[in-house]
């Protein structure tokens, strides 16, 4: 008698806050009129007063809001006060990201770990450096006693990327002292969550799948011996197997996304937390949210989904000019998600080429070859060649574009069989050394002010009116 009261409880509380929630609704809805009446800014303003949209100038050049020895990306070059298209350049601390690659992959060395080591403390490490490197990295991957049980299985989340900024921020909670901001302590703040990060996404992941899709609860402890990649691939299949080429692959693809320049939305919101004094955690989790966003690190899985319409739409992937009416309808808005936007083309910076796209690429055909997908791989190939005509032929804007990282790293993962759900979690957890390298220099820059740019107030003055005296609207 007692379990049917509290069943016949709980279906009552559901049912009380099921209206409960239709209401607020309704009434919100209901005054979300009076928000636009006073919300509404004329696009008038931002010509008039000069305002810099998106930290951006009128020739599309980022507004310059501090200097970095972190990272470098080049993708124009400026002659005569005008920009001109040239191809696409990354450098981790001064040395070529395609240099740097080829470095360890000619050696069969993963090069994650290597990397991270090179954008942390800003050099290439020793032999010795890099194995001592390792072996902290492979000791702080073990996540806090009881955090999994506590933090990610008891509430867990859809979705794995608000699961990880949760639990970023739990991690606070677990620091003996989380507000010492000392050089040393910092960058052990980082290493620890540099070397959690892929066990918080793999753990968030078993819990998604085992509590929102109805499958079994698998939770593999990340072993020692295995780099960040293999752990990964071990950590987040049943039944923890991987090849080695797929494990490159996937180290290589870490690498790729490890560091974009201190003005990449995710890294200045780490910066703009951190120049206010705060902790790690609280800066890290900011990023994650930033990277979340589908204008972000979010984009890969646009990339996926517009695909998966086009391919579907499309009755012959060969025919230029089906591929070419479609991707028309894409731009005019009578296709795709209606945003007019082709995903995975055009970048702020890279004009010619995008230097991480380019690698992508390369590798991303073989294992298309392998995989017996070189007909979707060739399909993308389509799509990156025909969208810069269409899309001056649409719009009449002259512009050069080329293909993003985002438009290559979703058919790898494709190829991999590794789950759309984990694409941009996959970003986070290679940018989560750039976010570390950028907030202890953000920290410790001797010119350190808090970010704090101007919004131009543009409202009419009001009186106030006594309540008594309010109409309806």
């Known amino acids: 008698m007692l379990n049917m009261n509290i069943i016949d409880n709980l279906v009552e509380a559901r049912r009380k806050a099921a209206e409960q929630y239709n209401t607020s609704v309704d009434f919100i809805q209901g005054i ?22 998106g930290l951006r100038n009128k020739d599309g050049t980022g507004v310059m809001a501090g200097v970095t020895l972190i990272g470098n990306v080049k993708g124009y070059i400026m002659e005569d006060g005008e920009k001109v298209p040239a191809p696409g350049q990354l450098f981790y601390r001064g040395i070529n990201v395609e240099e740097l690659i080829d470095g360890f992959t000619s050696a069969g060395r993963f090069g994650f770990e290597e990397t991270a080591y090179l954008l942390m403390f800003g050099g290439l490490p020793t032999k010795e450096e890099l194995e001592q490197f390792k072996d902290i990295l492979s000791y702080y991957r073990e996540l806090p006693p009881n955090f999994t049980e506590d933090m990610i299985l008891t509430a867990p989340s859809h979705d794995v990327m608000n699961k990880l ?25 980082a290493i620890r969550l540099i070397a959690r990060f892929p066990v918080i996404v793999a753990h968030a992941f078993a819990a998604k799948q085992h509590y929102f899709d109805r499958g079994s609860l698998y939770l593999h402890r990340p072993q020692p011996e295995l780099s960040v990649a293999e752990n990964f691939l071990y950590s987040v299949r049943h039944d923890n197997r991987f090849t ?3 494990a490159h ?4 693809c870490l690498v790729l996304h490890m560091e974009h320049g201190g003005g990449n939305n995710s890294a200045f919101a780490c910066r703009v937390l951190s120049s206010s004094g705060t902790d790690i955690y609280s800066a890290i989790a900011a990023a994650v949210g930033s990277l979340k966003g589908p204008k972000h690190g979010g984009a890969n899985m646009r990339v996926m989904k517009m695909f998966d319409e086009i391919e579907a739409n499309v009755k012959d ?15 005019k808005k009578e296709a795709g998600d209606g945003s007019g936007l082709i995903y995975g083309m055009g970048h702020a910076i890279y004009t010619v080429s995008d230097p991480r796209a380019v690698i992508l690429k390369r590798f991303a055909k073989k294992i298309a070859a392998d995989k017996g997908m070189l ?4 399909l993308f190939e389509t799509v990156e060649r025909l969208t810069p005509d269409l899309f001056h032929a649409v719009t009449g804007q002259e512009k050069a574009m080329c293909a993003n990282v985002d438009m290559y790293s979703g058919l790898v993962y494709k190829m991999m069989g590794i789950p759309p759900e984990l694409y941009t ?8 050394v750039g976010w570390c390298a950028h907030r202890v220099e953000e920290v410790y820059n001797p010119y350190g002010r808090i970010i704090r740019p101007a919004y131009k107030a543009v409202m009419p003055k009001r009186s106030f009116v006594p309540l008594e005296e309010r109409g309806e609207n």
């Not at 979300?32 to 949209?53: L, N």
């Not at 230029?320 to 028309?328: H, I, N, R």
């Open 32 to 53: 979300c009129g009076e928000f636009e009446r006073y919300t509404q800014i004329s696009p008038k303003y931002y010509e008039k007063y000069d305002v810099k949209r």
């Open 165 to 189: 900024a949760r639990s970023v921020l739990a991690l606070y909670s677990y620091d003996p002292d989380p507000d010492n901001n000392t050089l040393p302590i910092e960058m052990l703040q």
């Open 244 to 246: 080695p080429e797929e």
């Open 249 to 252: 692959l996937l180290d290589l």
């Open 317 to 331: 992937w060969k025919d230029t000019d089906e591929v070419s009416a479609y991707l028309t309808r894409i731009l």
């Open 375 to 378: 007909d979707e791989f060739e």
């Open 425 to 432: 979690p996959l970003f986070a957890i290679a940018r989560i």
